[in-house]
């Protein structure tokens, strides 16, 4: 399965997620919104319920963010199958939890919760769920550069990269050198090495 496919797939399954937390909602809203409320006094504590669901995904999200970064390690490697199966099992938990305030939104409707607060459990919902998204840009570029290693090979790569320009900074400095004494090697050298403008700048 090709990066492209995973990318639909997971994007396919936050879509049924989204339309599975907030269906329920509409759903009582026009089926039960007109009716007499059953028990009126429990309409606050249920929108008390719903605001502290929320943080009920905290730990879930945190879960998932370092099985992001573990998916983002293993790219291009040999784990990288087994790691796009955790991420979408850790994935799938998170925003089961992400739909906890517009599923107690849904029920509260019985209790004559009124439509403002309504609102602001589903969009909160719908605001934590955006936050399972995985961008297409993540997956192009083959995960996040900080905090993560493509490959010990490119890791290898920016390392020497460094050490050469150092190395390279550290020789144009050097009195003996004979980009101080002469400005034509001085422009040819830095263009050869592609070399910032040093000490012997001025000369030339």
């Known amino acids: 399965m090709t990066r492209s496919e995973v990318r639909r797939r997971l994007t396919f399954a936050w879509l049924q997620y989204l339309v599975v937390a907030l269906a329920p909602l509409l759903v009582f809203a026009w089926a039960f919104g007109g009716h007499e409320p059953l028990i009126p006094i429990l309409a606050m504590p249920m929108f008390i319920a719903g605001v502290a669901s929320m943080f009920l995904t905290l730990p879930r999200f945190g879960v998932y963010k370092h099985a992001l970064i573990a998916t983002g390690k293993a790219l291009n490697t040999e784990e990288e199958p087994a790691a796009w199966i955790e991420l979408a099992r850790v994935r799938r938990l998170g925003m089961l939890f992400a739909c906890l305030p517009a599923w107690i939104a849904a029920v509260a409707v019985l209790v004559g919760l009124e439509a403002v607060p309504q609102s602001l459990l589903a969009i909160s919902g719908v605001v934590i769920l955006y936050l399972y998204r995985i961008p297409g840009s993540w997956l192009e570029a083959g995960g996040w550069q900080t ?15 460094r050490a050469v320009a150092s190395a390279d900074a550290l020789t144009l400095r050097s009195p003996l050198h004979p980009a101080r004494t002469r400005p034509a090697f001085a422009r040819a050298w830095r263009a050869r090495h592609r070399c910032p403008a040093g000490p012997g700048a001025a000369l030339a």
Not at 147 to 157: D, N
């Open 147 to 161: 905090g993560s290693r493509r490959s010990p090979a490119c890791q290898r790569r920016r390392v020497t990269t």
